[in-house]
């Protein structure tokens, strides 16, 4: 009320009052407001995503050609869109591209057969279409990262440091020696030997399995990368210099067990030598 009255022609200077200029202009305004209606209804549609719109155009290209590699060969576990198909396999929405990196990197994925836990076998992918896979995966829900820069700090890494980080994090289940371990329920730490560090990093990433997820807030990309040169440059180098070992569970245990076998073999030998005499 206060507008239309405010808007009345006979207040507004050098304007007579009447009733034909007013329609005029409530018409003209009326155009105006179509017209920017159109408009930002255009400019809408051309910027905002269409429900119409083909599958293929939501993703840029390296997630275009890693939907077309899904579809084929993990559509039927994980489902439509990676939403998970309920008995058979989860939704990958929100596992980012981490998790792709770890499971199709180490060939534990696609999933042969359905196990108590997926076996490392050779990758059935190239690198390229990992990449791909990830991407898509990563554009489905977003999630952890394999950052570009893995490895690239490797000399500046603080072995010592990442020593006692694996240690504290890591041993109780992938053993001192990084021999891996049973868990409970016929599941496995396995081995660290063959992992590379973008491997080992997408592991801490995405937490597989029993394992826990090391995110940035538990291990900082710093302490991350001493692990993984302590894993690379001391625990792959020096998996086993020949001979028979107690599964590396460390110094002080083979020591001891040196100790206990040796002290009973000089006691037999002694008792040996006391009967003979
Ligand atoms: C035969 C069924 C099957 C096929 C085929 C399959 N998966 Fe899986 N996938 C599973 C099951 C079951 C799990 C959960 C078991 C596990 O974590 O070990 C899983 C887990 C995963 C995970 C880990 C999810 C998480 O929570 O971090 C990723 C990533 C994944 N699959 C990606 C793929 C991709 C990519 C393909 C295609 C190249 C694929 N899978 C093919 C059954 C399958
Ligand atoms: C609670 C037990 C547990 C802890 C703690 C743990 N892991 Fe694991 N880890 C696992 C399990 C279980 C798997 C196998 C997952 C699978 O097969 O899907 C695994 C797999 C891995 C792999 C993949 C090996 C390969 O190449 O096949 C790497 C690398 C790894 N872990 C690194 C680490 C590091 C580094 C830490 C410490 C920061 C750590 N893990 C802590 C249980 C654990």
């Not at 006979?10 to 007013?22: F, H, I, N, Q, V």
């Not at 980012?96 to 836990?117: D, H, I, K, N, Y």
């Amino acid at each position: 009320m206060l507008l239309r009255r405010s808007r009345r022609p006979g207040r507004l200077p050098g304007t007579r009052p009447g009733d034909r200029s007013s329609a005029r202009r409530r018409a003209g305004a009326v155009v105006r407001l179509v017209a920017a209606l159109a408009l930002a209804g255009g400019a809408y549609g051309a910027l905002a995503p269409s429900a119409s719109a083909q599958d293929a155009d939501r993703f840029s290209g390296a997630a275009a050609e890693g939907e077309a590699l899904f579809d084929v060969g993990c559509i039927t576990c994980h489902g439509r869109n990676g939403g998970g198909v309920e008995g058979r396999g989860p939704s990958l929405v929100g596992v980012g591209a981490a998790s792709v990196e770890f499971q199709v990197g180490t060939g534990r994925m696609p999933l042969a057969r359905q196990e108590a836990q997926a076996m490392r076998k050779p990758p059935q992918y190239s690198d390229e279409e990992i990449r791909q896979l990830a991407a898509y995966v990563q554009e489905l829900g977003g999630g952890p990262v394999v950052p570009d820069t893995v490895g690239a700090r490797a000399d500046e890494a603080d072995l010592a440091r990442g020593g006692e980080l694996y240690r504290i994090n890591c041993s109780q289940c992938h053993a001192f020696g990084g021999g891996g371990g049973a868990l409970s329920s016929g599941k496995y730490a396995p081995s660290l030997y063959p992992a590379s560090e973008r491997t080992i990093y997408a592991a801490m990433l995405s937490g597989p399995q029993n394992m826990p997820v090391f995110g940035d807030s538990q291990l900082t990309p710093e302490q991350k990368t001493d692990i993984i040169a302590y894993i690379q440059r001391v625990v792959q180098d020096d998996r086993g210099p020949g001979g028979f070992d107690l599964g590396r569970y460390g110094p002080s245990t083979e020591g001891l067990a040196i100790f206990l076998v040796g002290v009973v073999a000089l006691v037999f030998a002694s008792l040996w030598i006391a009967g003979k005499s």
